[in-house]
């Protein structure tokens, strides 16, 4: 058995602890004032909550945060610290972080290092001690807008801290996932006997991801997000497969051309988030904003083809609009919502009846999150064994 | 999938009184099931035992059984009623077990009655270890998570004794099968202790049945409240973490939701291995339970145990997140599944989610160690706590702050000032788990202790210590600053310092630091508990307060009234408070009002959002009060507050708060006052020409012997002001007042010490009623079957009087009348009276609602506590006649002759309770109350309502066998009678020497046994101690000797409780149960529901 971790020693009584004004302030002017966590400076982006009690690690490594200030519903954060197994990528995404009480002394036998420290390591701006239940609610009725977070040098007048806060740029026509996607190929091999090739276009995808089909026995080649048919076919593959990723899904003409390709030579597809919304597009669906998305790990999601319903981790600001009552005519075929979000009936999968495809707006590998959609990974599966069997016959 | 249309009547079992491990939370889950199940369409038969319950209303119910929960009397009611189906999962383990015996014994099958909520084979697979452990291992090939801890089931005490070299030595952890709240649990650290604890757990298994297993003693603790469907859809509603870590039962630990300390991985298994236990064991349809242990050095799981039934956790994880898992799961059991089920609190979102928090929760438990001072006061896994308090806030600090308010408690809140103690002593003891071990945990912080020192020392989890640490370093800046800025005071405000504490710290008064805070504009917001972090738009005001920006609360046109709860359950306050301020809450939502509650008790139905229009969860104190006065007032107007309801909580806020210009309606706190206090009361008696015993007031052993000396022993010795009978006492002499004394020393230094004269022999005698200001409605009169000294909370009572004539009630009603006017009461008035010879004295008033209105409301089909609220704000006693609230002649003291009997019987917690050699504690009543909750006997005659009260609370009256009788000298008199009748009714006497030559005198033929204190005889004959302990005794009667005698009488008690032999501490009570077994041997005994005991009633009224 290893020692816990080694707690800090007492502090003196009432050293009072530095309290660093920060200030955050979003484009309508609504503004909050709290102490600086993490990096001090400014930060821009988009305010956006999630409401998952847990997985914070997990949420700030998540790429489709990039650009976004990720206000946290629940109070408490930091209280694991960081450990190194569970980033979902090599760094953390978020533009700025937002949370009441961060904790002071991180508590877990995996803990590395605490939060605070990690953020400010990282140069990640946020601030703490705000009501974030009241910008929640603001976020809510107002809808996702932009955000500043000020501290330390770069605290100013509100008027000044607005305009700067008005100049940042929008996330509506944001085309983001290059900035987020590896930039060579790589390969996640296949846990025990290989059975598939799986071409994953990273469009910021998470680490899990390809875990999570490697241990279904796939080996996963992740390629840039601009990779163009030939490079996909080049691995060979047995299905194909498109990411999240940050951004608005309108800006993404060339993947949906190159996965209309896909859908054209009835290779197995699976997406999941943004790959969803791309697989809407391609089938020529429209895409939409969302007031203010779907952000946490509690959604109850049914599968329309069984009835069930699975709760479900959501990280998604943009969706599909696709007719829930009626399956539909594309150019490739009949295709109809399986999935939808029983809180507002947000379009929240695709399953195509003539080709092999389908998709999910939201995150069947968790991470952070609840396992109840990972018999997805399976579908996918089944999709290559039965294109396997029809080639073979 | 849609409700289930085959079903037209159920049958819900409820829990029976309150004890301890089985508390007001089952009154809640009940309440909500049987109205969900009502508005279904169906049919709703309810059988519970416990009159001061919500769920046993006549309107709850169509028909309402007030009958004993055991399989007898249920198939009684399945035979009358025919019931579809029977759900057995919101009773508690009483219902639980009950639903199995009734299967077991084919009952069910002969009448058709299916089981709904979980099937039988799905109860044995969660309750019973064996299998559980089977359940655990089959989820681990699945999944590759979970494990049980290593354990050996054991029958007898050489299996046990052989399982210890098993698991590896000691210590080891005994669990008695088929128990409840973990009765018989125990460490056994060495082969004593095992003996013991084993011996005891195999007694208590109904199975004798127990399970040692692994020691994970100081192991993180958790809990997961999942939800299933008929379709599989499954949700975890809650995650709760201990902050006392494994050791100590989760009821008797402080807990805190969701759970802090585990990241999204950890958190993730605990989800996966829960869902796959709820499959495996094969909850179809509704709520469970599920503990786990993980081990702090390497994240190894443990799965503890499982109930597959809704719980006190379950009710907790409601209260804490909006979602109300009985609600739903009475749901699910008649065939809706969870995305068919909206969301109370958003209204547009489904129920198959899982609750998101943004804020965090405490429980912490209330114990009444001080009621059972030899008990041992060392937190175990056999629960002992008697009620809890929860809070809310914005972090865990506010939110532990404000439960340890909430306890009002002396002693229960942080505090800074005072000597600082030995570091190392301190930490030793923060190693024990005991009630208040968190506070000795921040006095070792303030003596210097480092966060490791304590981690190690107590194993509560480094964050936890932290936040302890913050805690700490916030009071020292605070005491240190110069002056209380702005900044300083929202810092410690926002981390749940009451004024009090603040001011404690910096020496000024509470009632300064608030206004110094108001002139600040610092004051708390109030936020809305709303199942999704603010995701959606939430329409429930379900709310609690928090030192942050911005507020919630709408406004509203209609006039509100606040009624103030009655805080965390105690031995004296308990359910019954909660039953009038609900009543209340009812009335005048009805009258046009618009309810505001506010309480800290998360078992009850006052804290059930559905009950009022508007719920804070805060704690009942004045600064918490005052601040929610404050909210309501900007909210719109406001009626007044009610304080009478809820017990002494919200009466020792009357006077403050109308200090504070807060309207309150109905009695005054001058007229509280009057009451209250000695001599003003004395005043308005001679006023009356009313007599009561005579009395004194001492501040020595010189003034209290001379005032005993004047008025004769014994007499009846205790503090002023103190509550519950805290420390009351029947003196017989002189030397036992020296002691008594020397023992209250500490209680007396501040106040005097009261000496009344004690009325040997006389009928005690409780009156509830109403008065307006001009008249007065008798609610019931309620004759004690014990005599005066037993405190009323914890005597039998018959309503209506069995032996009191027309003439002395109108004794009483005169009196009665008197006193309420006298005082000035508005509302309700609780009188005790002793009828001794033939003078009636006043033994004390309470102007308010008493622990007996559920019971007098129920035997008289009257709402007292509904028209108490009416009064209140103004209706008279004609007015609710007109109405029909109040009969519209007559009142409680003009039954009708062929009133049915009703019998109250208290339920103490005996058993519970072990003193630190591991023997029981004595049993003997006294004017100190000491019972936990009550139960109620209805019939025709007085007989079968005693043995049905009897049936209901300790099991039923032997009706053969042998009877062991052995009396104090002054009962001897008094026994020839019983006696003879027992031994017609076929029974054999066992006696002491000194009784059997009584019983001889007068005829009665009995069989001497030995005594304790004379040990075995020379040729091996039994003690009547072993003779208890063996099995050979079905009944009990032993008075306790005054001074002689404790000894053996305790020993006696002690072993009765231990075999579960009904015994009888009393002669009167004796005289009853004799009454009670011959009803019983006489042959049928019948069932009746309330509404048709309602229907008998009013139209004999007619």
Same mark, same amino acid.
């Given at each position: 058995?290893?020692?816990?971790?080694?707690?800090?020693?007492?502090?003196?009584?009432?050293?009072?602890?530095?309290?660093?004004?920060?200030?955050?302030?979003?484009?309508?002017?609504?503004?909050?004032?709290?102490?600086?966590?993490?990096?001090?400076?400014?930060?821009?982006?988009?305010?956006?909550?999630?409401?998952?009690?847990?997985?914070?690690?997990?949420?700030?490594?998540?790429?489709?945060?990039?650009?976004?200030?990720?206000?946290?519903?629940?109070?408490?954060?930091?209280?694991?610290?960081?450990?190194?197994?569970?980033?979902?990528?090599?760094?953390?995404?978020?533009?700025?972080?937002?949370?009441?009480?961060?904790?002071?002394?991180?508590?877990?036998?995996?803990?590395?290092?605490?939060?605070?420290?990690?953020?400010?390591?990282?140069?990640?701006?946020?601030?703490?001690?705000?009501?974030?239940?009241?910008?929640?609610?603001?976020?809510?009725?107002?809808?996702?807008?932009?955000?500043?977070?000020?501290?330390?040098?770069?605290?100013?007048?509100?008027?000044?801290?607005?305009?700067?806060?008005?100049?940042?740029?929008?996330?509506?026509?944001?085309?983001?996932?290059?900035?987020?996607?590896?930039?060579?190929?790589?390969?996640?091999?296949?846990?025990?006997?290989?059975?598939?090739?799986?071409?994953?276009?990273?469009?910021?995808?998470?680490?899990?991801?390809?875990?999570?089909?490697?241990?279904?026995?796939?080996?996963?080649?992740?390629?840039?997000?601009?990779?163009?048919?030939?490079?996909?076919?080049?691995?060979?593959?047995?299905?194909?497969?498109?990411?999240?990723?940050?951004?608005?899904?309108?800006?993404?003409?060339?993947?949906?051309?190159?996965?209309?390709?896909?859908?054209?030579?009835?290779?197995?597809?699976?997406?999941?988030?943004?790959?969803?919304?791309?697989?809407?597009?391609?089938?020529?669906?429209?895409?939409?904003?969302?007031?203010?998305?779907?952000?946490?790990?509690?959604?109850? *999601?049914? $599968?329309?083809?069984? =009835?069930?319903? !699975? &709760?479900?981790?959501?990280?998604?600001?943009?969706? @599909?609009?696709?007719? /829930?009552?009626? *399956?539909? $005519?594309?150019?490739? =075929?009949?295709? !109809? &919502?399986?999935?939808?979000?029983?809180?507002?009936? @947000?379009?929240?999968? /695709?399953?195509?009846?003539?080709?092999?495809?389908?998709?999910?707006?939201?995150?069947?590998?968790?991470?952070?999150?609840?396992?109840?959609?990972?018999? /997805?990974?399976?579908?996918?599966?089944?999709?290559?064994?039965?294109?396997h069997a029809n080639a073979g016959s | 999938m849609p409700k289930r249309t085959d079903i037209k009547s159920v049958l819900v079992i409820g829990s029976g009184p309150i004890v301890i491990g089985q508390a007001a939370e089952f009154d809640y889950s009940g309440t909500q099931a049987c109205r969900v199940l009502r508005a279904e369409g169906l049919r709703v038969i309810l059988v519970n035992s416990n009159p001061a319950t919500i769920m046993t209303d006549p309107e709850i119910a169509d028909a309402t059984y007030v009958e004993p929960?055991?399989?007898?009397?249920?198939?009684?009611?399945?035979?009358?009623?025919?019931?579809?189906?029977?759900?057995?999962?919101?009773?508690?383990?009483?219902?639980?077990?009950?639903?199995?015996?009734?299967?077991?014994?084919?009952?069910?099958?002969?009448?058709?009655?299916?089981?709904?909520?979980?099937?039988?084979?799905?109860?044995?697979?969660?309750?019973?270890?064996?299998?559980?452990?089977?359940?655990?291992?089959?989820?681990?090939?699945?999944?590759?998570?979970?494990?049980?801890?290593?354990?050996?089931?054991?029958?007898?005490?050489?299996?046990?004794?052989?399982?210890?070299?098993?698991?590896?030595?000691?210590?080891?952890?005994?669990?008695?099968?088929?128990?409840?709240?973990?009765?018989?649990?125990?460490?056994?650290?060495?082969?004593?202790?095992?003996?013991?604890?084993?011996?005891?757990?195999?007694?208590?298994?109904?199975?004798?049945?127990?399970?040692?297993?692994?020691?994970?003693?100081?192991?993180?603790?958790?809990?997961?409240?999942?939800?299933?469907?008929?379709?599989?859809?499954?949700?975890?509603?809650?995650?709760?973490?201990?902050?006392?870590?494994?050791?100590?039962?989760?009821?008797?630990?402080?807990?805190?939701?969701?759970?802090?300390?585990?990241?999204?991985?950890?958190?993730?298994?605990?989800?996966?291995?829960?869902?796959?236990?709820?499959?495996?064991?094969?909850?179809?349809?509704?709520?469970?339970?599920?503990?786990?242990?993980?081990?702090?050095?390497?994240?190894?799981?443990?799965?503890?145990?499982?109930?597959?039934?809704?719980s006190r956790s379950s009710a907790l994880a409601s209260k804490a997140t909006g979602f109300p898992i009985a609600k739903i799961a009475a749901k699910l059991a008649v065939g809706y599944t969870l995305d068919e089920i909206p969301n109370d609190i958003t209204e547009k979102t489904p129920a198959s989610f899982e609750p998101a928090l943004d804020y965090v929760v405490v429980k912490v438990p209330r114990f009444a160690f001080e009621k059972f001072p030899s008990a041992d006061a060392t937190l175990t896994t056999t629960m002992k706590?008697?009620?809890?308090?929860?809070?809310?806030?914005?972090?865990?600090?506010?939110?532990?702050?404000?439960?340890?308010?909430?306890?009002?408690?002396?002693?229960?809140?942080?505090?800074?000032?005072?000597?600082?103690?030995?570091?190392?002593?301190?930490?030793?003891?923060?190693?024990?788990?005991?009630?208040?071990?968190?506070?000795?945990?921040?006095?070792?912080?303030?003596?210097?202790?480092?966060?490791?020192?304590?981690?190690?020392?107590?194993?509560?989890?480094?964050?936890?210590?932290?936040?302890?640490?913050?805690?700490?370093?916030?009071?020292?800046?605070?005491?240190?600053?110069?002056?209380?800025?702005?900044?300083?005071?929202?810092?410690?405000?926002?981390?749940?310092?009451?004024?009090?504490?603040?001011?404690?710290?910096?020496?000024?008064?509470?009632?300064?630091?608030?206004?110094?805070?108001?002139?600040?504009?610092?004051?708390?917001?109030?936020?809305?508990?709303?199942?999704?972090?603010?995701?959606?738009?939430?329409?429930?005001?379900?709310?609690?307060?928090?030192?942050?920006?911005?507020?919630?609360?709408?406004?509203?046109?209609?006039?509100?009234?606040?009624?103030?709860?009655?805080?965390?359950?105690?031995?004296?306050?308990?359910?019954?408070?909660?039953?009038?301020?609900?009543?209340?809450?009812?009335?005048?939502?009805?009258?046009?009002?618009?309810?505001?509650?506010?309480?800290?008790?998360?078992?009850?139905?006052?804290?059930?959002?559905?009950?009022?229009?508007?719920?804070?969860?805060?704690?009942?104190?004045?600064?918490?009060?005052?601040?929610?006065?404050?909210?309501?007032?900007?909210?719109?107007?406001?009626?007044?507050?009610?304080?009478?309801?809820?017990?002494?909580?919200?009466?020792?806020?009357?006077?403050?708060?109308?200090?504070?210009?807060?309207?309150?309606?109905?009695?005054?706190?001058?007229?509280?006052?009057?009451?209250?206090?000695?001599?003003?009361?004395?005043?308005?008696?001679?006023?009356?020409?009313?007599?009561?015993?005579?009395?004194?007031?001492?501040?020595?052993?010189?003034?209290?012997?001379?005032?005993?000396?004047?008025?004769?022993?014994?007499?009846?010795?205790?503090?002023?002001?103190?509550?519950?009978?805290?420390?009351?006492?029947?003196?017989?002499?002189?030397?036992?007042?020296?002691?008594?004394?020397?023992?209250?020393?500490?209680?007396?230094?501040?106040?005097?010490?009261?000496?009344?004269?004690?009325?040997?022999?006389?009928?005690?005698?409780?009156?509830?009623?109403?008065?307006?200001?001009?008249?007065?409605?008798?609610?019931?009169?309620?004759?004690?079957?014990?005599?005066?000294?037993?405190?009323?909370?914890?005597?039998?009572?018959?309503?209506?009087?069995?032996?009191?004539?027309?003439?002395?009630?109108?004794?009483?009603?005169?009196?009665?009348?008197?006193?309420?006017?006298?005082?000035?009461?508005?509302?309700?008035?609780?009188?005790?009276?002793?009828?001794?010879?033939?003078?009636?004295?006043?033994?004390?008033?309470?102007?308010?609602?008493?622990?007996?209105?559920?019971?007098?409301?129920?035997?008289?089909?009257?709402?007292?506590?509904?028209?108490?609220a009416r009064i209140s704000l103004g209706a008279t006693i004609a007015e609710l006649r007109a109405e029909g609230m109040l009969p519209t002649e007559g009142d409680g003291g003009t039954l009708p002759a062929n009133c049915p009997i009703s019998v109250k019987e208290a339920v103490m917690p005996w058993s519970r309770f072990r003193d630190i050699h591991g023997r029981g504690v004595d049993t003997v009543l006294g004017p100190e109350m000491r019972s936990t909750g009550e139960v109620m006997g209805i019939d025709t005659v007085f007989?079968?309502?005693?043995?049905?009260?009897?049936?209901?609370?300790?099991?039923?009256?032997?009706?053969?066998?042998?009877?062991?009788?052995?009396?104090?000298?002054?009962?001897?008199?008094?026994?020839?009678?019983?006696?003879?009748?027992?031994?017609?009714?076929?029974?054999?006497?066992?006696?002491?020497?000194?009784?059997?030559?009584?019983?001889?005198?007068?005829?009665?033929?009995?069989?001497?046994?030995?005594?304790?204190?004379?040990?075995?005889?020379?040729?091996?004959?039994?003690?009547?101690?072993?003779?208890?302990?063996?099995?050979?005794?079905?009944?009990?009667?032993?008075?306790?000797?005054?001074?002689?005698?404790?000894?053996?009488?305790?020993?006696?008690?002690?072993?009765?409780?231990?075999?579960?032999?009904?015994?009888?501490?009393?002669?009167?009570?004796?005289?009853?149960?004799?009454?009670?077994?011959?009803?019983?041997?006489?042959?049928?005994?019948?069932?009746?529901?309330?509404?048709?005991?309602?229907?008998?009633?009013?139209?004999?009224?007619?």
């Amino acid at each position: 058995m290893t020692a816990p971790a080694p707690l800090t020693t007492r502090q003196p009584r009432a050293a009072r602890r530095e309290r660093v004004p920060a200030v955050l302030v979003l484009e309508d002017g609504r503004t909050f004032r709290g102490q600086a966590y993490g990096a001090t400076g400014e930060t821009f982006g988009e305010a956006v909550f999630n409401t998952g009690m847990s997985g914070y690690q997990e949420t700030l490594t998540d790429p489709s945060y990039h650009r976004q200030v990720v206000v946290m519903t629940a109070p408490q954060i930091g209280n694991t610290g960081v450990n190194d197994e569970d980033p979902e990528s090599a760094r953390i995404w978020v533009a700025g972080y937002v949370v009441r009480d961060p904790a002071r002394v991180p508590s877990n036998w995996r803990s590395k290092r605490s939060l605070d420290e990690e953020l400010a390591n990282q140069g990640v701006v946020g601030i703490s001690g705000i009501d974030t239940r009241a910008l929640t609610r603001h976020l809510r009725e107002r809808g996702a807008m932009r955000v500043g977070i000020f501290s330390g040098p770069a605290l100013a007048e509100e008027s000044e801290l607005l305009a700067r806060v008005l100049q940042a740029p929008e996330m509506k026509g944001a085309d983001l996932c290059a900035e987020v996607a590896t930039t060579e190929p790589y390969i996640v091999p296949a846990v025990g006997a290989k059975r598939f090739t799986v071409a994953a276009v990273d469009l910021g995808i998470k680490a899990m991801t390809p875990q999570r089909m490697a241990e279904r026995g796939i080996e996963v080649h992740v390629l840039p997000a601009n990779s163009t048919v030939e490079d996909i076919y080049a691995v060979a593959p047995d299905g194909v497969f498109f990411s999240n990723g940050p951004g608005d899904p309108a800006t993404a003409d060339h993947q949906v051309a190159v996965m209309q390709e896909v859908l054209a030579r009835r290779t197995p597809l699976f997406g999941i988030c943004f790959g969803n919304q791309i697989l809407g597009r391609a089938l020529g669906f429209g895409t939409y904003k969302l007031k203010y998305g779907h952000r946490g790990i509690n959604q109850p *999601v049914q $599968d329309r083809s069984t =009835g069930k319903v !699975e &709760v479900t981790a959501h990280n998604h600001g943009f969706a @599909v609009e696709a007719p /829930l009552d009626k *399956v539909s $005519d594309t150019p490739y =075929g009949r295709a !109809e &919502v399986s999935h939808v979000c029983l809180n507002d009936n @947000v379009v929240e999968g /695709l399953q195509c009846l003539d080709v092999p495809a389908f998709s999910v707006q939201y995150h069947p590998e968790a991470a952070a999150g609840p396992h109840d959609a990972a018999y /997805l990974f399976d579908r996918f599966v089944d999709l290559m064994t039965a294109s396997h069997a029809n080639a073979g016959s | 999938m849609p409700k289930r249309t085959d079903i037209k009547s159920v049958l819900v079992i409820g829990s029976g009184p309150i004890v301890i491990g089985q508390a007001a939370e089952f009154d809640y889950s009940g309440t909500q099931a049987c109205r969900v199940l009502r508005a279904e369409g169906l049919r709703v038969i309810l059988v519970n035992s416990n009159p001061a319950t919500i769920m046993t209303d006549p309107e709850i119910a169509d028909a309402t059984y007030v009958e004993p929960i055991t399989p007898d009397f249920v198939e009684k009611i399945i035979a009358k009623e025919r019931p579809d189906v029977l759900l057995p999962t919101l009773g508690g383990q009483t219902a639980l077990n009950t639903a199995i015996s009734l299967h077991e014994n084919g009952t069910l099958a002969k009448y058709g009655v299916e089981l709904i909520g979980a099937n039988v084979e799905a109860i044995h697979k969660g309750e019973d270890r064996q299998l559980f452990k089977g359940v655990v291992e089959a989820v681990n090939a699945k999944i590759g998570h979970g494990e049980s801890a290593r354990s050996v089931i054991c029958h007898t005490m050489d299996e046990i004794m052989a399982g210890v070299d098993t698991l590896g030595g000691y210590p080891v952890v005994v669990r008695p099968s088929f128990t409840m709240g973990g009765a018989g649990s125990g460490f056994a650290h060495d082969e004593e202790d095992l003996r013991r604890i084993a011996g005891q757990g195999l007694a208590l298994s109904p199975t004798t049945e127990v399970l040692l297993e692994e020691s994970i003693l100081g192991w993180k603790e958790y809990e997961l409240e999942l939800m299933r469907d008929r379709n599989d859809n499954v949700v975890v509603v809650c995650s709760i973490e201990n902050f006392d870590p494994m050791g100590v039962h989760t009821g008797d630990s402080i807990t805190v939701a969701p759970a802090m300390t585990l990241t999204d991985r950890e958190y993730q298994t605990l989800r996966d291995i829960g869902i796959a236990i709820i499959r495996e064991v094969g909850v179809d349809t509704g709520g469970c339970n599920i503990q786990f242990a993980i081990n702090p050095d390497d994240g190894r799981i443990i799965v503890i145990e499982m109930n597959p039934r809704v719980s006190r956790s379950s009710a907790l994880a409601s209260k804490a997140t909006g979602f109300p898992i009985a609600k739903i799961a009475a749901k699910l059991a008649v065939g809706y599944t969870l995305d068919e089920i909206p969301n109370d609190i958003t209204e547009k979102t489904p129920a198959s989610f899982e609750p998101a928090l943004d804020y965090v929760v405490v429980k912490v438990p209330r114990f009444a160690f001080e009621k059972f001072p030899s008990a041992d006061a060392t937190l175990t896994t056999t629960m002992k706590s008697v009620g809890e308090a929860m809070a809310m806030g914005r972090n865990f600090p506010e939110a532990l702050n404000k439960a340890l308010r909430s306890l009002e408690k002396k002693g229960s809140q942080f505090s800074w000032i005072g000597e600082i103690g030995d570091k190392d002593a301190l930490l030793a003891k923060a190693a024990v788990p005991t009630d208040g071990r968190i506070n000795t945990v921040m006095e070792a912080i303030r003596a210097g202790a480092t966060q490791q020192e304590v981690f190690e020392s107590t194993k509560i989890d480094p964050w936890f210590v932290d936040q302890l640490f913050l805690l700490d370093e916030i009071a020292a800046e605070v005491a240190e600053a110069d002056r209380l800025d702005p900044e300083l005071l929202r810092h410690a405000k926002r981390h749940g310092f009451s004024d009090q504490q603040i001011g404690e710290i910096r020496g000024l008064k509470p009632d300064v630091v608030r206004e110094v805070r108001h002139a600040l504009g610092i004051r708390p917001v109030f936020k809305t508990v709303d199942t999704c972090a603010a995701e959606f738009a939430a329409n429930t005001p379900y709310f609690y307060s928090s030192y942050d920006e911005e507020s919630e609360v709408a406004p509203r046109t209609k006039p509100a009234v606040i009624i103030l709860g009655s805080g965390p359950n105690r031995i004296g306050q308990g359910i019954e408070f909660d039953y009038s301020c609900v009543h209340a809450s009812f009335a005048l939502a009805e009258a046009g009002y618009e309810t505001v509650m506010v309480n800290c008790n998360p078992e009850t139905v006052s804290t059930d959002y559905d009950t009022s229009d508007r719920l804070y969860f805060e704690p009942l104190t004045l600064e918490d009060v005052l601040e929610i006065v404050h909210a309501e007032t900007l909210a719109g107007p406001l009626a007044g507050v009610i304080v009478q309801l809820g017990g002494q909580t919200p009466l020792g806020l009357a006077q403050a708060l109308k200090d504070n210009g807060v309207p309150i309606v109905g009695t005054q706190p001058e007229a509280i006052d009057l009451a209250e206090e000695r001599g003003a009361f004395g005043r308005v008696l001679r006023d009356a020409g009313l007599p009561a015993p005579k009395h004194g007031t001492a501040f020595s052993f010189e003034e209290a012997k001379a005032i005993a000396d004047e008025i004769g022993y014994p007499v009846l010795a205790r503090p002023s002001y103190v509550l519950g009978g805290r420390g009351m006492e029947i003196v017989y002499d002189e030397p036992s007042l020296a002691s008594y004394l020397e023992r209250h020393a500490g209680l007396i230094s501040e106040h005097p010490v009261l000496i009344d004269r004690f009325l040997d022999d006389a009928v005690e005698i409780d009156v509830d009623a109403l008065f307006d200001g001009t008249e007065l409605y008798l609610g019931g009169v309620m004759e004690h079957i014990e005599e005066a000294g037993i405190h009323s909370g914890d005597s039998a009572c018959a309503l209506p009087p069995i032996t009191l004539g027309g003439y002395d009630i109108k004794r009483l009603r005169t009196s009665t009348e008197a006193i309420a006017r006298g005082v000035g009461v508005r509302g309700l008035i609780n009188i005790q009276f002793a009828l001794s010879g033939d003078i009636l004295y006043v033994l004390e008033a309470n102007p308010r609602a008493s622990r007996t209105v559920p019971f007098t409301s129920k035997a008289t089909a009257v709402p007292l506590a509904k028209a108490a609220a009416r009064i209140s704000l103004g209706a008279t006693i004609a007015e609710l006649r007109a109405e029909g609230m109040l009969p519209t002649e007559g009142d409680g003291g003009t039954l009708p002759a062929n009133c049915p009997i009703s019998v109250k019987e208290a339920v103490m917690p005996w058993s519970r309770f072990r003193d630190i050699h591991g023997r029981g504690v004595d049993t003997v009543l006294g004017p100190e109350m000491r019972s936990t909750g009550e139960v109620m006997g209805i019939d025709t005659v007085f007989g079968t309502a005693y043995a049905k009260a009897q049936s209901g609370a300790y099991g039923a009256l032997p009706t053969k066998g042998k009877v062991f009788v052995s009396v104090a000298n002054r009962d001897k008199r008094n026994l020839v009678f019983p006696a003879r009748a027992l031994v017609e009714l076929g029974f054999e006497v066992l006696a002491t020497s000194g009784t059997a030559e009584v019983l001889q005198r007068g005829g009665i033929p009995s069989t001497v046994v030995r005594k304790h204190s004379e040990g075995e005889g020379p040729n091996g004959e039994r003690t009547i101690v072993q003779l208890i302990h063996d099995g050979e005794v079905d009944l009990i009667i032993n008075t306790p000797y005054g001074t002689g005698g404790r000894l053996d009488g305790y020993e006696i008690r002690t072993a009765a409780v231990s075999r579960g032999v009904p015994c009888l501490t009393t002669v009167q009570a004796m005289g009853a149960a004799v009454q009670g077994i011959d009803a019983l041997t006489r042959g049928d005994v019948g069932v009746m529901s309330l509404q048709e005991h309602a229907a008998l009633i009013n139209s004999a009224r007619k």
